[in-house]
């Protein structure tokens, strides 16, 4: 399914009925990374994945792309949908956009996941490397970020035992166009420090992260977990930084807890 909105056509997955879940994938993937979650969390949950501006079957606009205009999308298509309020699911990119939507749309937020992510800004290095990746994008395409990436995604013994995930998550990079990209890269770079957010965060929250995350490793986690009010911290053993798409089942389970735990909270 498609809708118009912000001047760009954004793809999205609405499956079952319920307490909404709205998931966002990380960089650079698209909404089908949600596949193993959509499937299992639909009989009991609406769930609504979305591509991501740039990403997938969205459009990918040459021009600036900030998170906030990310968040911006999320809003629009909730109200397409007709959505008052969701429980809404960040995994790394989808994580930072989590900040800015609850920073803009507070009263819209029935709780947040925030998965493999953190709330620091980029280090002035950090910065440098998405600069980098922009331009290597740009002259080489969307299958040279796959050779760099999938080695920050996924676990050496994913990579090395399970071939057909690893095409998988390629196929999904591969799949971007190069200005969503350098678009989601400038984005990211651009982002302010969230840390002053956490203390502010009045709703349920759950955090996870895969034990081995390299890129968003169990320490940023701790820290959101010790300063956001209503936090819990799960970590998964033996997952990277895609937690849900390396250990699908617990990653799904905790969701359910999650939002089954909040549904409960509404009829008490």
Not at 20 to 25: E, V
Not at 192 to 213: F, H, K, N, W, Y
Request: aromatic share 6%; hydrophobic share 40%.
């Amino acid at each position: 399914m498609h809708v118009r909105v912000n001047g760009i056509s954004l793809a999205y997955q609405d499956r079952g009925t319920g307490l909404p879940l709205i998931f966002l994938h990380a960089f650079p993937l698209n909404r089908t990374m949600w596949a193993p979650q959509e499937e299992a969390l639909s009989s009991r949950f609406r769930v609504i994945t979305v591509d991501l501006r740039g990403h997938g079957e969205s459009d990918a606009p040459l021009w600036h792309y900030t998170l906030d205009q990310a968040a911006d999308d999320v809003r629009a298509l909730m109200d397409h949908l007709s959505i008052g309020q969701a429980v809404l699911v960040g995994l790394s990119m989808g994580g930072y956009i989590l900040f800015s939507f609850y920073r803009r749309y507070p009263d819209r937020v029935k709780g947040l996941i925030l998965a493999d992510t953190k709330a620091q800004a980029d280090t002035p290095d950090g910065r440098d490397a998405r600069f980098q990746m922009a331009q290597i994008a740009y002259r080489q395409g969307p299958a040279a970020i796959a050779d760099i990436m999938l080695s920050k995604l996924l676990s050496p013994e994913t990579i090395t035992a399970k071939p057909d995930l690893v095409r998988t998550v390629r196929s999904m990079i591969e799949g971007n166009q190069i200005s969503g990209i350098a678009g989601d890269l400038m984005a990211m770079a651009e982002r302010p420090d969230s840390t002053p957010v956490l203390e502010t965060m009045a709703c349920p929250t759950q955090i996870i992260v895969g034990e081995r995350d390299q890129a968003t490793p169990p320490s940023e986690a701790k820290f959101m977990a010790d300063r956001i009010p209503r936090a819990r911290l799960t970590v998964i053993p033996d997952a990277a930084h895609l937690a849900n798409v390396e250990q699908p089942d617990t990653f799904t389970q905790i969701v359910h807890v999650f939002a089954s735990d909040l549904e409960r909270e509404k009829t008490a």
